[in-house]
């Protein structure tokens, strides 16, 4: 009677054994499958091109440690040049550049070039996401006077004066008195100068070539009013350098709030896709992921 008992308990104990042995096998397969299903779902999502918008004062070179990056990553990226004309007419111009480009985009804006992007992307289905770096997040009505002064501490604010801080020369295609600005390159009255204002912590030499080839801004679009934004109908992300003296981060994290924006913050100054690339093209690939 015991052996049978035992022979019982032994037949029970192998039959239990033998489930969870097979249990073991063949959830991880399914759970193999499952994550194969959907790794190709996502490889069988088109990679967005990625659109790089670069800033006053600068131009489509600021941009190159991240391209460099997102390329070996296998996108396609683009930096076209943004006029730095007026919102109105820069944000058209890139309107119609992305009319040209199939399947989805993710739009990345950097300085006045989050101006940009915020109208430019307006209506159209194929801008997926937008990224803010150390960018401006407009609201329908804002200028980029009025918000680069909204809270203190802009090194643009030259004790009140901007002929301490810009110097002016004249475009005889814009219209009369809207005149060129060039960001002063020597520090000055109520100015740190370039260097320490506009090129934190880019090494310095880096900072004095960015600085002889700085591309101008029409007052006019500084005080330009902006449309509808882009980011109240489409999700975006925001870098945000902690450092940085041109728009204040305080102004840059309330902006960004108030888009709903996902926030990254860096320890960088106005330029962190100079000084911080990775962190910026962490941040579009995390845009990526969350709109594929």
């Not at 035992?6 to 193999?32: D, E, R, Y």
């Not at 006053?56 to 070996?72: F, M």
């Not at 840059?252 to 100079?274: D, E, N, P």
Request: hydrophobic content about 45%; overall charge negative.
């Amino acid at each position: 009677m015991k052996s049978k008992v035992i022979s019982g308990v032994v037949a029970l104990l192998a039959a239990t054994l033998s489930v969870v042995v097979t249990a073991l096998l063949v959830v991880p397969l399914l759970a193999g499958a499952q994550a194969r299903h959907l790794a190709g779902e996502r490889a069988d999502s088109p990679k967005p091109t990625i659109v790089l918008v670069h800033g006053g004062w600068a131009d489509g070179s600021s941009w190159d440690h991240v391209i460099s990056i997102l390329q070996r990553e296998g996108y396609t990226v683009d930096a076209p040049p943004n006029p730095l004309r007026g919102l109105a007419s820069d944000s058209a111009y890139l309107a119609s550049y992305l009319k040209t480009i199939s399947g989805p985009i993710i739009l990345v804006g950097h300085s006045v070039g989050g101006m940009v992007i915020s109208n430019a992307a307006t209506g159209n289905p194929n801008v997926k996401g937008l990224v803010y770096d150390d960018a401006f997040e407009p609201a329908a009505g804002e200028s980029v006077a009025q918000l680069t002064f909204a809270q203190p501490g802009s090194c643009l604010a030259g004790g009140g004066n901007l002929n301490n801080v810009v110097n002016f020369a004249v475009d005889p295609s814009q219209p009369p008195g809207d005149y060129d600005a060039y960001l002063k390159i020597p520090a000055g009255t109520d100015y740190p100068g370039f260097d320490a204002c506009f090129a934190t912590d880019v090494p310095t030499q880096k900072a004095n070539v960015l600085a002889a080839t700085q591309r101008p801004i029409a007052v006019g679009f500084i005080t330009d009013e902006s449309g509808t934004p882009a980011w109240t109908s489409i999700p975006s992300w925001a870098v945000i350098g902690t450092q940085d003296q041109v728009i204040p981060p305080a102004e840059l994290t309330f902006m960004a709030q108030r888009a709903h924006s996902q926030i990254t913050y860096v320890k960088a100054g106005h330029l962190s896709m100079i000084t911080q690339p990775w962190e910026v093209a962490n941040v579009i690939n995390q845009a990526v992921l969350s709109t594929s």
